[in-house]
């Protein structure tokens, strides 16, 4: 069976507390997730602005995760409650934009869960790339 | 325009393992503002060092990226190699080629072009840094402990001991908190005033240390390092520098019919009094609820008893004000109202009582003076029923409990049951138990010898109802392990009831600043690895008011919360962390989003002048971000809905040339 | 140890009873008025009711014992509402007997000795929408 190999692109917004802590976890564990994924680094996972997920998926990407410390751990006490209500809100806008809604996740990973960062990151992938690639948000107000 | 120097690392063969470092070094060196680009074989060894820092001279640098090992290894390696150069420490960024690429990837060809990506998100990133300032903030070498109790006095001798000076601010007329009511301590059996008293008058003493007893924290401003904060001092009506606690004016008061609280209301006091011999300071105080010459005026006996002429009628609250550099919550618990429990009877048989009215009844200080007597009619118990667990571990919802452990009741119900076998060993003891929890050193130890050889009898089950039946009490209970319902005939019943964060502790963490959770108790910064902390920065949390501990506990975190409090205090300045929220004053609309999202109260409104047009000024209400108090989480640059908040070191434009970087 | 099947959940539908709350300290047995007429008490219905043993309490008298006098649901610490349990399971064995519906003329005729009257006042309150 002849195939084209598609590569998704996958933004990861890391927190620097927690889950870029397991992102190097994976790394040092030598846990393999693929090279599609590019994480950043942000100081907490409230500090994603929604705006961020729309400008990736803007310029081209297929799928956007982010990911922060578990509920109760954030290091700034309350950053990843307000990061789940404000994704749960913008998911459901996606939708509504006519993005599917597993092309974006939110995940709680803790510094030592480098398995599960690796673990996510390849499910993730698999989800993404199975929907193929994604309708590129147009923005109408620099229409070329 | 950026002069961007490129660095990337072999890491050995961590990295050039996977990566093509020389690909990557010559496909970034194309990227606009590059002007140098290079790869070594270890960049954070002295030499590697050396290598950016000639490279820095020589090119004229103005930016850096290091594609290296994860930033949080040597980000601080290279941003101190930057400055010695004098380029702006937060001029460097990290590309994270090693955890995040040569570690987890196999194929070359896959990784060198992820790390060619990563690179150029770096160069994007480093095109919009900013020189960025760590602010310092003067400290105030004085810290507020809020709360006389042990987990007060032992956190405020402690900062004394390092040579700081502290003052501690307590509600009642003394320290000594709930520790001094107490009777015996478990394990060990010690008695508490005989440990407790030495360490009140160690604090009444040491001469750094200033006792504001009789007094209440008013107000805070300010943040850490520089906390402002307005203490009003209640009247005592006597005048605390001539009073000797001779206690002859307490003799003589005519009005003897006050409850003890000290004694929890089970006997009576006079209006004027001194709550207990070991008082510190130990000064008498005039109830004025009570007090015939403040209420009618005529009376005035204590002020002619007294010798020293200390009694002033006309004294008046008094607000001072002090400055200090970081305060400390140890406002301590109560235990809950048992009256909302009609099932137990507590509000209507007097001989159901709380486990802290045992213990003042257990106590020779004691309103039975340490005999053992019912309430009722001062008879002996015979049969007495510990019920565990009133209020404690209860749904959510429940209005009359609470939903945690309160952790002290069955080690001290187990040390009332076996003190009350060893003094009357004609008494039979029942203690009716959901789980009996003993995780502490020598507690398990402890619990059994109450069972095995004290002869305590530890029932599994829980009491349902408490009914008075002629002069005794029927308990009715079930035996779950026997599959029995018992109906047991006792003359005392005590309850070991939950215990609540004082009542005063909400408005003080308001005053603060300080979070607090469902069940008013401080939250800590860090539930495992900040736990003396509150997340507002130089707010300290000693003893239950974080939670519910005993004494040990209370006291190993007083402790540890004063090492965090010297930690402040210790350093002539405070350097802030630079990466932190910034409002635009011209775009914002003062709608006060920031405000209610920051954790940390750090973001302020003013109203400030602006030029309007046709020369007019207008008065707009914008924020502003105290940088000394903002730990830049960035809650607020999401909330904000003009776009006037930004974190700097994390802009919005920074991440925004990340992503795109990325998307290319 | 469980056996998760029909009769339970139906059990733990129509009661809207969460037993995974309880935290077995035994209140509601020790509150409990019928205690010394029931084969298995309060707290057993709920253990029993999570490990899926059914048919043990649907064969027993206790069902009819409990007098629905709900003191236990009052006093339960976790809000786990034993009584909704007893009747449920009550109810499972009524609806068996194929009388899904009672009707008022009907009560005469279940009428014995040892009902306890509450129960029909129970049964009434849950039947008669």
């Known amino acids: 069976m002849p195939v084209t190999e598609y590569k998704p692109k996958i933004v990861a917004f890391c927190c620097n507390w927690c889950s870029y802590a397991g992102a190097d976890g994976a790394g040092s564990a030598r846990l393999s997730y693929p090279a599609e994924v590019k994480v950043?680094?942000?100081?907490?996972?409230?500090?994603?602005?929604?705006?961020?997920?729309?400008?990736?998926?803007?310029?081209g990407a297929d799928g956007v995760i982010i990911a922060g410390c578990h509920p109760g751990d954030c290091h700034y006490t309350s950053g990843n409650y307000f990061t789940r209500r404000r994704m749960t809100l913008l998911f459901s806008m996606l939708d509504y934009l006519g993005i599917e809604r597993e092309r974006t996740r939110v995940e709680w990973i803790s510094a030592a869960e480098g398995a599960k960062f690796s673990k996510t990151m390849n499910e993730f992938c698999a989800t993404v790339a199975a929907l193929g690639e994604n309708k590129r948000l147009e923005d109408l107000r620099c229409k070329k | 325009m950026q002069r961007i120097g490129v660095f990337i690392c072999h890491c050995g063969t961590n990295i050039a393992g996977t990566v093509d470092v020389k690909a990557v070094a010559e496909a970034l060196g194309h990227e606009a503002g590059v002007v140098f680009s290079t790869e070594y074989q270890y960049m954070c060894s002295e030499s590697g060092q050396?290598?950016?820092?000639?490279?820095?001279?020589?090119?004229?640098?103005?930016?850096?990226?290091?594609?290296?090992?994860?930033?949080?290894?040597?980000e601080a390696t290279f941003r101190k190699a930057a400055s010695l150069e004098g380029i702006n420490p937060y001029m460097v960024e990290i590309a994270n080629i090693r955890e995040h690429v040569s570690w987890i990837h196999k194929d070359m060809k896959e990784a060198t072009e992820?790390?060619?990506?990563?690179?150029?998100?770096?160069?994007?990133?480093?095109?919009?840094?900013?020189?960025?300032?760590?602010?310092?903030?003067?400290?105030?070498?004085?810290?507020?402990?809020?709360?006389?109790?042990?987990?007060?006095?032992?956190?405020?001798?402690?900062?004394?001991?390092?040579?700081?000076?502290?003052?501690?601010?307590?509600?009642?007329?003394?320290?000594?908190?709930?520790?001094?009511?107490l009777d015996k301590t478990f394990p060990t059996l010690d008695c508490a005033a005989c440990i407790l008293t030495p360490k009140m008058v160690d604090a009444g003493q040491n001469e750094k240390i200033k006792i504001f007893a009789y007094s209440e924290v008013e107000a805070v401003k300010g943040y850490?390092?520089?906390?402002?904060?307005?203490?009003?001092?209640?009247?005592?009506?006597?005048?605390?520098?001539?009073?000797?606690?001779?206690g002859l004016c307490t003799e003589k008061c005519p009005q003897k019919k006050v409850p003890n609280e000290f004694n929890m209301g089970m006997n009576n006091r006079h209006a004027i009094y001194i709550p207990f011999a070991q008082a510190v300071p130990k000064v008498a105080t005039i109830d004025a609820d009570y007090c015939m010459m403040l209420k009618t005026g005529k009376c005035g006996i204590c002020s002619k008893v007294c010798g020293a002429g200390a009694i002033d009628y006309k004294q008046q609250d008094e607000v001072i004000e002090r400055q200090y550099g970081a305060i400390v919550a140890a406002t301590g618990f109560n235990p809950i109202d048992a009256k909302a429990y009609n099932e137990y009877g507590y509000a209507t048989c007097p001989d159901v009582v709380t486990s802290l009215e045992l213990e003042r009844l257990m106590n020779a200080a004691g309103p039975t003076n340490g005999t053992l007597l019912r309430p009722s009619d001062n008879e002996h118990p015979h049969t007495v029923v510990f019920v565990q667990c009133v209020g404690s571990r209860c749904t959510e919802t429940d209005e009359r409990g609470k939903p945690y452990c309160s952790k002290i009741c069955c080690m001290y119900t187990a040390k009332h049951a076996m003190l009350i076998r060893e003094k009357y060993p004609d008494t039979d003891v029942y203690v009716f138990y959901i789980d009996v929890r003993t995780p502490g050193k020598n507690f398990d130890e402890f619990y059994r010898r109450a069972v095995e050889q004290y002869g305590v009898h530890y029932i599994k089950g829980m009491v349902g109802k408490v009914t008075q039946n002629g002069k005794q009490l029927r308990v009715q209970a079930s035996d779950l392990l026997a599959g029995e319902q018992l109906h047991i005939d006792a003359d005392l019943v005590v309850l070991a009831t939950a215990i609540e964060p004082d009542k005063t502790a909400r408005s003080i963490a308001t005053m603060l600043t300080a979070s607090m959770d469902t069940n008013d108790f401080f939250t800590e910064a860090h539930p495992k690895l900040r736990p003396v902390e509150s997340p507002t920065a130089g707010i300290f949390l000693s003893g239950v008011c974080q939670g519910p501990k005993d004494i040990p506990e209370t006291v190993s975190q007083a402790s540890a919360c004063a090492a965090k409090v010297i930690g402040v205090l210790a350093k002539d300045k405070l350097t802030c962390n630079p990466c932190v929220a910034q409002s635009d004053e011209m775009l914002c609309n003062g709608c006060s989003s920031c405000e209610k999202v920051c954790p940390y109260g750090a973001i302020s409104y003013s109203d400030k002048e602006f030029r309007g047009p046709n020369r007019t000024t207008l008065i707009r209400r914008v924020a502003s971000v105290n940088p000394a108090v903002c730990q830049g989480c960035g809650a607020c640059t999401v909330a904000c809905p003009s776009g006037a908040m930004d974190l700097k070191g994390f802009s919005n434009k920074q991440i925004m040339a990340e992503v795109d970087a990325i998307c290319q | 140890m469980s056996h998760s099947n029909n009769a339970t959940e139906q059990v733990l539908r129509s009661s809207g009873v969460d037993v995974r709350k309880c935290m077995r300290c035994g209140k509601c047995t020790a509150t409990c008025p019928a205690f010394d007429e029931m084969e298995y008490h309060p707290h057993q219905f709920v253990y029993m009711v999570e490990k899926g043993e059914i048919e043990k309490l649907a064969a027993s008298p206790s069902i009819y014992k409990c007098l629905s006098c709900f003191a236990c649901v009052d006093r339960c610490p976790r809000g786990v509402e034993p009584a909704k349990v007893v009747e449920a399971v009550r109810l499972a064995v009524i609806r068996q007997q194929g009388q899904n519906h009672m009707k008022s003329d009907d009560i005469p005729a279940l009428l014995d000795e040892d009902m306890p009257q509450q129960l029909l006042v129970s049964a009434m309150r849950k039947y008669s929408k």
Not at chain 1, 40 to 56: D, E, G, H, W, Y
């Open chain 1, 40 to 59: 950043i680094r942000v100081p907490c996972s409230c500090r994603v602005n929604p705006m961020f997920i729309l400008r990736a998926f803007q310029r």
């Open chain 2, 50 to 74: 050396q290598l950016m820092r000639k490279a820095i001279r020589e090119h004229k640098l103005t930016g850096v990226v290091v594609c290296s090992c994860s930033p949080r290894m040597h």
């Open chain 2, 114 to 181: 992820k790390a060619i990506i990563l690179g150029r998100a770096a160069i994007a990133k480093v095109h919009l840094n900013q020189p960025l300032q760590a602010g310092e903030s003067p400290v105030t070498k004085r810290a507020l402990v809020i709360g006389g109790g042990i987990a007060g006095i032992q956190t405020a001798l402690d900062i004394a001991e390092a040579g700081f000076e502290v003052d501690i601010v307590e509600k009642s007329p003394t320290i000594g908190g709930k520790m001094a009511q």
């Open chain 2, 224 to 246: 850490v390092g520089n906390f402002n904060v307005s203490i009003r001092r209640k009247a005592r009506y006597v005048d605390e520098t001539k009073c000797t606690g001779c």
